[in-house]
Structures are given as C-alpha cells and as structure tokens.
C-alpha cells in the first residue's frame, strides 16, 4: 500500500496504491449483527392496489429484507474474500491528498486539504481522452466495475479514455470534509483539483445522480479546464434572467408528447420518492448514526432507492426462482458490494451530509429558495454537453427545457433500458454514448476550442426568441383586450 505512483509528465503528485480491506473481527462482527436482526413482529399493512410502488408502498417490505439478509449472511459473507472483494479490488485504485481550494466568488469559502481515494485506469489508446467519471448517492465505484474497462478499452482509431473514477469526499474510502459548506460545488473543486494533480489541464466529465450535479456544477464554474460533459440525469434548473424564465413556461405550450411524459415522469418522482431528501437534507447524523450501526438497516435503505428507481418495473418475463423484481435491474452481488462498501468504510452519515449542504433545507442555508425547489435557478453551463436517460430515470426534463440550462449538443432520446442506476443497469449503452458524444468534433474537441469562460450565458436561438416574443405579445393583447374599452 506505500508504494509511490506518478501519472504524468507534468509536476509530480504522489499517489499511494489503495486495496480494500477488511479483517476477520469486521468479518465476524458484520455476521454477528446479520444474524441478530430484530424484525417488528408486525408488518403494517399496505395498499399495493391504490400504489404504482405495489407492495413496495410503504418502503421495503419485511420479507424482502429477511431473504436478502439471509443470502448476506450465508451466501455472499462466505465468499467475499476469495470472490467478491477481489473484483473491487481490481480496480487500480489510489488515495492521494489535494488541497481544495476556496470559490474565487465566495468571500466566507477557505481551502482544504483531503485525501481523496480514486480509481485510475489509463487507457493504451494514443488518442485518449482524460475522464472524470462520477458516482451518486447511494453509490460507490461499484457502479462502474464493468463500465471503466469499457471506456478503456481502444478503438480502432486509437480511441479512448483515461479513466479517473474518485470516492465523492465522505463516501467511501475518501475523507470526509471536516468543515462546513461542502456543497456540491466544493465538491467540484475537490475533482478539479485531483485532475489537475494527477496532469490533466483539460478533461471531460460524466455522472449520474449527485455525480451529474457536481460535474454540472464543475463545468460551470470551470469551464476552461473541465471542457465538456456527458450526464445521465440532468437537473435543467430554471434560467435566473426574466427573459429566460418567460422562455422556459412559453416552451409549455409547445411540449410534444414524449416532453409531456418527461415532465409527469419527473413530477411524480418529485411528489412521491423524495422523502429520503427531507430527512438527509435537515437531519442526516439522526439517520446516518442507525443506518452505521445496523447492516439491515443499511440494506434496507439502499435497497428501497434500487427498486424504487432502476428500470425492473417493466416486462413480464418469469423470474427464477428465488430471484426478486428489483434484480431485473441489478445484480444481487452488486448490490451488496455497494452495501459493504458503505458499511466497511462506515460513511453512510458522512454521505448524507451532502444532501444537507447541497438542498438548502436547513434554516442556515444562505439562500432564501431551497436548491430542490422548482422555483430554485440554476447557471447556465456553457461547455458542450451530451444528454442521455435511460427509459426510467427519475429526472427527465424536456428537451428545450434542457437547453436553456446547458449547452447541449448531444440529445440520446432512445429510452434504453435501464433506470437511475444506468452505469450499473446498462453499462455498454453508457460506454457507447459516452464514446458516441465527447470522441466526435462536437465533444472533447469543441470543447477545447470554445473554451468558454466562467459566466457565459447562454445564446438564445431564433426559435426562443420567437417563443419569447409570442409570450409578451399575448400578455399584451390579454392586456388590451381586458383594461382597454372597445368603443
């Protein structure tokens, strides 16, 4: 584990060569707690007729907690060491500390250093492409074990990617930040600073869930080193100018119908899958302390996000035997791998604090608008931007919505399978779109090109503006017809 690795020609950083441990007193405690789970003795009844979620409605039913701790305990434990935690660990991973520096716009930020644990897979292709590969909540790099040999990979143009996959700072094997105000923008900093170490000057950005939000996050406000992203979740947050707010309601009267599903989709997840944001995002250590405490606990947590919001609600295809709904979608083993490693690395708590430095929920919060809100605006991201959600994602804006929040290029509107957890439900359709976006002239390259700088707003297009003047000439003849007698 002490062994020094340089990564470029640029001035040296050392980085320490990481394994994931754990011994057998962890072993023996973790099968311990398993064993002694204590089940209510009553299970509340549900209303799986009047509930989309079925009988999953009022969260993750007993029984499938009680046949998942089960196989934990008898099944997955037993085999970890020799099979499971070896594929974790053939990821070439690292730890290495970067001091996170302050936002140059905010007066009350100040540096930090952490260290940062992070996969590293550089790529034989001559033409490779530097990558900032970012998980979610409630992920890990397990998201990707089968996506980073995908990107890789070379092509037969010399093609491909560097792959730099970190630990969002408190999950995982990376420290936790230790002061106040880690929002999703220090967390930005943190991965612009450990590209910047590792030699990339410029690179391109991809995530998922709060992975899409601190790239997004990352490219606006450093557009000249982050120069182009591709995100399976975007988060189109309303423009701040009056002009572009009047553009993006104007937008509403010309929705086509899958613009009409995008938005149910979205506002039914809003209304009905969000409680899990008003408890980590106003009170996280009440929950983090008894999720870190309680393997089922934490299973039960983190299973209830799988089946909520992964893609294994359609089809009718018989299952096996012994096999759940929601493993249509995910892998049972990588699920607990997640699991394990959420529970080996005991930063369940440490996660959740992003939620509530992030939302604005909290009455300390400096902005009077919740970051969650519909009402919350967003900056415009101005580095080339490629889109794409799978046919169940939970966040699904319209198309021209979108382009008023990024600068989109690339649009994959193919509803492939798969769901929130894309880089783990479908890993190849992410690798090829990925490839798809940033390898052609108006991905990496562009985005080197345009290189636009931070503040850049956006262009409106002749068909927004028509949008927007047809909105002030209704208000105006409203006005008209309304307040001016017609003699």
Known sequence: DSHPHTFSSQPTMVATLFQVEITDDELSDLQHRLASTRFPPNQLPRRAEYDPSGAWTGGTPQDEVAHLVNYWRKDFLPRFRDHHLPRLNALSQFTMTVQVPPDELDATSSSEPLRLHFVHHRSEAKNAVPLLLVHGWPGSIVEFLELIPLLTKGDDCGNGFHVVAPSIPGYGYSEAPRKPGADAGFMGRAMDALMQQLGYGQYAAQGGDWGAIICQTLATRCPQRCVALHIN????????????????????????????????????????????????????????LGLNDSPAGLLCWILEKVHSWSDCHRGDEALPAGRRQWERAVNRDDLLLNVMVYWMSQCMSSSLRLYYEELGKHPHHPEWIARDSLLASGDYCPVPT??????????????????????????SDTGCKGGHFLALENPRAVAADVRAFFL??????????????????????????????????????????HFVPLN
């Open 233 to 288: 979740m975007a988060v189109a947050r309303s423009p701040h100018d009056v002009a572009g707010k009047l553009i993006l309601l104007g937008h509403i009267l010309f929705f086509s119908t899958m613009d009409r599903v995008r938005l149910r989709k979205t506002l039914s997840f809003l209304q009905y899958e969000t409680a899990y944001q008003a408890i980590q995002g106003t009170k996280p250590e009440s929950l983090g």
């Open 386 to 411: 490629g889109i794409m959600c799978g046919a169940t994602e939970i966040i699904q804006p319209p198309r021209a919505w979108a382009k008023l929040a990024f600068n989109v290029i690339h649009w």
């Open 440 to 481: 052609t002239e108006g991905g990496f390259k562009h985005g080197i090109k345009l290189a636009p700088l931070r503040g850049t707003r956006r262009p409106y297009s002749a068909v927004q503006n028509f949008v927007l003047l047809a909105i002030i000439l209704f208000g105006l003849v409203s006005w008209l017809t």
